[in-house]
């Protein structure tokens, strides 16, 4: 067996999931677990059914993905960076986000690399990280800051094992969206340093405020930038796994190989319904931010009468990473609180051994009457344990 997995962690939502599962309860089960939004296409969108009717729909794309897809993702990521993206050199559709990291990842990585981390954080780097037999180095960012990056703390931790940064913002799992004059101070350090950001914008199209949302403008080429996303969560189709990576042309044709090692090409049925659904763009991405910034609002309505809670509010993605004041273990909350009360949350500390005091909320799928009976039920269970 592969050595590198024995450093690796199971997967932790899953856990939790068969543990909300096998309860017993007459209660409505309730889960603030997996990050995704509410709203799928059969919300908002008519799909065509001949493309059902369409073979091609069924056999293998191209390496780098189905070329009007291509070519819808080039235009919108030319209109939002300051230099365009050519379809053919600088595009290749993946299997999911995480398949985009992965490969990014596995592109760069020799074993005993360093990758810089801003924790907390999402739990997928790290098993992929280790995976490859490299090592990731964790960076703390402060509740207080609203979990902003520590430029002083990113250039510390460089040594001349250092071969590249994640950065995702909106973050998963804080919502923090990173002010626009350190991600440009933190571009210039790794030009200068020679390591390669890996720019993960999932979360692109869930910033709640304007302060902060053209970040994208900030980067003036490739060169040392590996831009990787998913149109999951801005079309509602966790489970079709459709992400991408946009970067220079030298590593598309090194993640070409990859890409058709692993997978071949991302699901050609996925594809064709994702460019069915592209002239729903706009109509999918304003159903689920409004649905999203309701519920943040019966969630934070919720937390101000919990004083053993205490979150410091961040403007996007659909998260809150929030403290539990008296210091409980997130973990054995968490259990007990499932058990207790069917509602699932995640222990802050699966993003991060120090955040054990910490648990995610993750509002995103849930309606506003479930946001705040979820939280009427942790405030409920908190007072029979205190």
């Not at 997996?34 to 073979?55: Q, V, W």
Request: aromatic share 10%; hydrophobic share 35%.
């Amino acid at each position: 067996m592969n050595l590198n997995l024995n450093n690796v962690e199971s997967p932790p939502i899953d856990y939790f999931n068969h543990l909300l599962d096998s309860v017993k309860s007459n209660n409505k089960k309730i889960s603030f677990g997996h990050g995704i939004p509410r709203y799928t296409p059969n919300k908002y969108a008519n799909i065509n059914s001949d493309l059902f009717e369409n073979s091609n729909s069924f056999k293998y794309t191209d390496i780098r993905g189905d070329k009007k897809l291509r070519n819808y993702l080039a235009e919108y990521l030319s209109t939002k960076l300051s230099f365009n993206v050519n379809p053919d050199e600088n595009l290749i559709i993946t299997p999911g986000a995480n398949s985009a990291i992965f490969k990014s990842l596995f592109l760069l990585l020799n074993k005993n690399d360093e990758v810089l981390v801003i924790s907390p954080v999402y739990f997928n780097y790290i098993m992929a990280i280790e995976m490859i037999g490299a090592k990731p180095i964790e960076i703390n960012s402060h509740s207080e800051s609203g979990f902003q990056l520590n430029i002083r703390n990113i250039a510390n931790s460089i040594t001349n094992k250092t071969k590249a940064i994640i950065i995702n913002s909106p973050n998963n799992p804080t919502g923090a969206v990173y002010k626009n004059d350190d991600l440009e101070e933190l571009f210039q350090l790794c030009e200068s340093k020679d390591i390669k950001v890996i720019f993960d914008i999932t979360y692109f199209e869930y910033i709640h405020s304007n302060n902060e949302s053209n970040y994208l403008s900030l980067l003036k080429s490739f060169d040392n930038v590996i831009i990787t996303g998913s149109f999951s969560k801005t079309f509602g189709i966790t489970g079709l796994r459709i992400g991408y990576i946009s970067t220079k042309s030298n590593y598309i044709d090194n993640l070409c190989k990859i890409q058709d090692t692993i997978s071949i090409c991302a699901s050609s049925l996925s594809q064709q319904i994702l460019i069915n659904l592209i002239k729903y763009e706009q109509l999918a991405i304003e159903t689920n931010l409004n649905s999203v910034k309701l519920s943040k609002e019966i969630l934070i309505s919720n937390l101000i009468n919990i004083p053993e809670l205490s979150w410091i509010q961040t403007d996007g993605a659909f998260y809150a990473f929030v403290k539990l004041n008296n210091n409980m273990d997130s973990w054995n909350f968490t259990e007990k609180l499932i058990n207790s009360k069917s509602v699932l949350v995640l222990p802050g500390s699966i993003f991060g051994s120090q955040w054990k005091s910490y648990m995610r909320l993750a509002y995103g799928a849930l309606c506003s009457d479930d946001v705040n009976e979820g939280m009427k039920r942790i405030k409920s269970f908190i007072e029979e344990i205190t």
